[in-house]
């Protein structure tokens, strides 16, 4: 077993680096998180076993098959392959058995499609641990998450015999574009969790910061469209079919003119339109990939029943079929105060972290476990890990200062030893 | 009883441009109809004895309350107001007690809204015949066409001893608009009809020629749309109510979008939008005034199934209410062939008139009650009667050449003499 | 002269109640502030004395004209008439000789066009003192307004000897719309003003509370677009002309549909919509009562432009001559520190009256004069007096608890007295 | 070399059959139609020698490139590649030496992009003469058209000596999408034609059968539109950026509804849209293909106008670049009298076939050709010669008879026989 230091999560981080797997599709990864946690001694939950696939968002099987095929060529275990069935992410659990609190975190898995950087002043590139799968990169820091979780895992097998309760580590798929959490926390694994813990790395905070309770959480809802007609010839039969793309058309034009609401933002993103099959036939087909948001969630629902209801008048003004697909959602984040007085007292007070307040800006689905949590009668937080980074998240030379690793596992054990003692 | 000759034309011509009344409002000129025609010794119908009242399209409340004003100050009896009962035009009925055919003749004795000239150079100004209703005009020629009608009714009461069968003559209100033809052919009074004539002056062709079968009559269906939604405070509530203004505008670019269709012409046009409340209001009402065409009934009940469809796709959509009215109505024609021959035998070899070819381009509600007497098993035809115009029709300066309504009554009743020779 | 008590208060507030007038209209109501302030021995300002007249906003010339009209039947003299010179509103200016700051206040003196009530549960109808100008009424309690500012003018002149520097009470035309201040603003009738007070009674404060800092205030642009095409016969001439009504209808497509703003709230209406001539006419024109909000003066200033852009985007597109005309316009609100403690000490801790903290939510253009203040170096407040209304606002039934009258001009005057005590 | 007979047509047709090549980039083609002509003794002209490449529209590159690629593994030459310099299609010429008239003929050389049926009840696949390059397959008839163009030439050889004038036979590149006739009718290759022919197989017409004026042809013109924004982050920065898929969309929503006209036809088509990077992204750029026709040239360049002019404002009130990139012309066809007569004299009098009426509907390059002849004196006909179809054209199982490679041959050649008799 490795020794938890600095260099132990270096040597993880920087082993998922090399391996980046887009939502859905992180099977090497995956199965890399079974194997090192078992080894450790957790039981790990994977596939079914944690998330409820009715309510599984946004996932390509194209992308899952090339996933697959990626695993067996990596030389992943069939039983292993068997294990995940064909689904991503995990859950690590272990029981003192002592009487105590359940203690949850999330660490998410999966990379962004970004084609990393090259140039030697790139850190990763220079040093040999960049992307092996071209197209792909971990620019968002989830393998910085990863390895901090693997880091706690150890924390805790490590000091298992001076801690109570038991302990969820939750390795999430598919949090870019908001679809991995939900199937979890329709599923059970959270029901019984106490005290939940989760955080991101960097978004605006140097190493040596970090912003306990950052505010301005967008809920959102991600929405495809596809509209289907009937095509015909433009020249000699224009009255015939039915016009998708005129449709479609038609919708984005009053997609974008959802009304503002009078008690907080609103956002709406028609962000690809693809329509038509040629120049001189009525096309016959148009799909719209976008998303909508809001200040709260009766916003967001206001703004996500608005927009369904225009693909809805859409359809029957232009004689067309109407299918949507929920691709991806987020909600808003309400922090529990007695958490936000843990980690200000243990980051701030304690570690000597300086803390800072914002706006989060964008939407993250650590949030749907979190209402999860709160709805079942736990508490929970998420807070941002300052992490000075070299260029933004989503970017090809993006790069973060790997110290914040070790101040993230210090944060994430000195919270549970905490909440141990309290219950002792 | 008067002497048919172009004074006694001209006189009742005069009379009744005096007096322009506007669609569905034409009491004075009813009744003096009514009276002139009993006069000759014709059973008169009137109000619900022609008119099929649920058919009825394009009628205000508000103009038909003016025209009864007008009426009762104008000295019309109480005894023909109420037979009248509210409604314009009348249908004279003549039976010479002999075998023969029923002949039906349309007249059309509605106005325009226009103001006329009171220039000295405006012939019916200068003569002192022109309109003593301010802001309307016989700028169509409708005056015209009755006083044929009279002349017509005239010589066959002079006549009736020679004559065999039966004769109709319709006079008909609210053509502009294409609106008054629609409760006469719904009713019963053209089922009997053998043969059936109309006309109109002008049109494109001089004093001395006559266009006998006019092609390029456009079908064309009058709506009225209507949106309701609810109003809310557009800075604190901008996401309450109901946006009708925002629906109805979508609804105009869809509509201007209806598609071509591929076997004929086909027309659009939402002629009056009127949306709104107040600057800071949502508004919750919308309405248009609309008409679509159509080279066929086909092509134009197309249009019309694709207008209706549209607006409920908008109500459904913007989440209001939706009503659309049937304002008027005309279809394409189709002109008899052996009528075309008998017009073409009377007004071109008989008479001398120059026989013209030419595309109406416009639309007419006499072709709704030809449709009617064809679908019974009648003959009809409707033909341009020639008469140099000073102005456009529907212009201020509109003035025709009066020498055209003797040719015009020569026209219908050497028809009528010779259907009822042919017959005997 | 009057003696400043309760009543006299609710003699002035019903005198100009029984005699609204909108904006841009108010000769009756200015003619009486004109005639009654000189009384008390104010020089008073009217007309272009202290409106910049190329900057005014939303005048309409119809209504003008019938409020002169109006002013001559009530018996204004020529000389008032002549005075007024067309224009509205007036500023009371007194110098006490002695040196000291210059205090301004604002009093708004337009009513909104809504018909008053009829009902015996209506006090003022009751009461005899309902509106005698049907389908206006001060529903928006501007008639206390003006009470308030004559009870501090009467105040001011009784206390003469005890003060110091200078007043300006500003009784300001055109609040609706937020049409009348920026003729004020643009003048230099505000430039030597060192401390500025306005207020307004009752928005969602009952009698007995204070607002004293309204947060939420939008900034707000009123705008008219006007389109000109050319008309053309829609049947035989569709491609001829220039459709104004489509450009209008996509236009508004647009216009709700300019995007969100990611710094602050965005608003935008278009709460009216006129366009077309007749139903089988290309329509020629067409013209939009619009708005936009922004949380602050750079966004609204954004959806401004963004609106303007649209409009000349449609006219190219369309082949239309656009105009816009700006027909009102307000900023955000910023109260001075020192002034929010003044009437804090005199309201909340001298007075009793209870605090209350909200957002105001709609739009004001007091604003717009405070702006000018501070940006000349003044200090100025807007605070919401509270008062019991028995409806709300805009609405038949409204009524205000007339004994806010007086704790508005014991806020008003203690504060005069506070900053002239403080200076001496 | 050959003899003229039908298997020598069969031959010819089933080898360009094998081959399909979508339009630019039609190599193999042109190398094939080169040498057999030389081979003939033809002198050709290839590339810019009749090519004006200012002219070229709707040329891919990336198509260009895969047909080069093509040619080069399919042993075409290095001298003819160098002498196609990337350019298809070719002219054969041959001088009598004899004065006459100079005649020409336009045979059209490319496929669609359609996969070949493999359906043993489909004739070419079950003959083994079916597509060699997926995806593509001569669906339209245009290997038949090649066939009857090396026919006549093999025949214009043959008796060389009996004839007068000069002959010029054109192998047209790039006719589907209306491509490839704009860059020939504006080099000057066409301009001393006397005499011009042209036909298509099929449409609509069986073997035996011909139809030698079609009617209806509309003009069209095709455009690719290009919007150009810029991005932002839709969540945080929605103000950001400029949205070129919202301005697509309304560019739609107005191109659609551009008018009708009064004077015939008209169409549009917005045939694709491809807009959009992602889901969160503010879209940056969009890309349409479109189409618009008229019933004439005049009625095709308002529609052109007008479809321009709605970019240009969707761009300006977008605040977006515009492109936008001609890809093709056609435009109506007039038959001269002549040569009407003498195909009919020929086809229906001679050779017995059956002559049909009818409208094409569609659109045809060919119509560019024959304008530029009758603009420089000559004369010129379009005619369709009738083949029994297995199904429609452009679909998987086309074929059609190859007895009508033989009726072909003959009408074009009987033509060219008359007129040179005429002569001497």
Known sequence: ?????????????????????????????????????????????????FLKTDNILGRSQKEVDIGLARAASKGITPELMEEMDGLTGCVAVLDTGIAGPTVGMRFDIDCVAVNE????????????????????????????????????????????????????????????????????????????IDYFFSAHLGMG??????????????????????????????????????????????CVTQLMAIPRHGEGMTRINVGTLLAGEGRNVIPATASLQLEVRGGNQQINSFMTQQALRTGEGIALGF???????????????????????????????????????????????????????QEHGGQAIYFVLGSTIKAGHHEACFDFDEISLLYGVKIFTNCIDYLCQEHQ
């Not at 260099?7 to 890399?32: C, D, N, Y």
């Not at 190493?207 to 009937?230: H, Q, V, W």
């Not at 304690?350 to 803390?355: I, V």
Request: proline content about 4%; charged content about 20%; glycine content about 12%.
């Open 205 to 250: 905070c140097s190493s040596g910061e970090i912003m306990i309770n950052p505010l301005g959480f967008l809920c959102t809802t991600k929405l495809d469209f596809r509209f289907y007609g009937a095509p015909a010839h433009a020249g000699i039969n224009p009255h015939g079919g039915a016009n998708a793309l005129a449709g479609a058309c038609h």
């Open 1 to 49: 077993m490795n020794e938890l230091n600095l260099e132990q999560l270096k040597l993880w981080r920087r082993q998922f680096h090399k391996m980046p797997e887009i939502g859905w599709s992180e099977f090497v990864t995956t199965a890399t998180l079974i194997s090192t946690l078992r080894e450790m001694g957790y039981q790990v939950l994977s596939g079914k076993k």
């Open 319 to 373: 004689g067309l079929r109407f299918e949507h697909e929920l691709m991806g959602e987020a909600v808003d984040l309400y922090n529990d105060e007695k958490l936000i007085n843990l980690v200000t007292q243990i980051a701030v007070k304690e570690m000597g972290l300086s803390p800072q307040e914002g706006l989060f800006g964008g939407s993250e689905d650590a949030t749907v476990l979190i209402k999860r949590v």
């Open 117 to 192: 950087s090259q140039d030697l002043s790139h850190y990763p590139f220079a040093q040999g641990f960049s992307s092996q799968n071209p197209g792909y990169m971990h620019a968002c820091g989830h393998d910085g998450h990863m390895a901090i979780g693997l880091g706690v895992a150890l924390w805790i097998v490590t000091h298992k015999t001076a801690l109570t309760g038991r302990f969820k580590l939750i390795f999430q798929p598919a949090e870019e574009g908001v679809r991995g959490a939900k199937p979890i926390a329709e599923g059970d694994v959270l029901d019984d």
